[in-house]
C-alpha cells in the first residue's frame, strides 16, 4: 500500500522566528490586525511503500528525526494519508 506523509517541522516555541514575525507585521499592515502571531515552518510530502500506517508513520517519523527536523531547534508532526490504488 502506498501512504503520503506529511511532515510538518516548525520552530520550537522557545527560538525567535524572524520570518514568522515579519510575516505577522506585513498582515497587520495589509489590514489583518486580528493576526497576532505567525510561526513559519516546512511541509514535506512523502510517498511510503508500506504494510500498515502504523509501519508507513514509523517511517516517516524516523525519517524527520534522522534527516528533515533539526533535533535542537524544530518540532516536527506526521499525518499519514492513505493514496487511492489506481
Known amino acids: 500500500m502506498t501512504y503520503s506523509a506529511h511532515i510538518t517541522i516548525t520552530l520550537r516555541p522557545s527560538i525567535l522566528d524572524p520570518q514568522g ?3 505577522q ?3 497587520g499592515q495589509l489590514g489583518f490586525g486580528d493576526v ?3 510561526r513559519m515552518g516546512k511541509l514535506a510530502v512523502v510517498e ?3 504494510d500498515s500506517r502504523e509501519a508507513a ?3 516517516a517519523r524516523s525519517l524527520a528525526e534522522k534527516l528533515l527536523a533539526n533535533a535542537v531547534m524544530e518540532d516536527f508532526a506526521v499525518e499519514i494519508h492513505e493514496l487511492a490504488s489506481a
Open 36 to 38: 497576532t502571531s505567525v
Open 48 to 50: 511510503i511503500e508500506a
Open 25 to 27: 507585521q506585513a498582515a
Open 57 to 59: 508513520h514509523a517511517t
Open 21 to 23: 514575525k515579519a510575516v
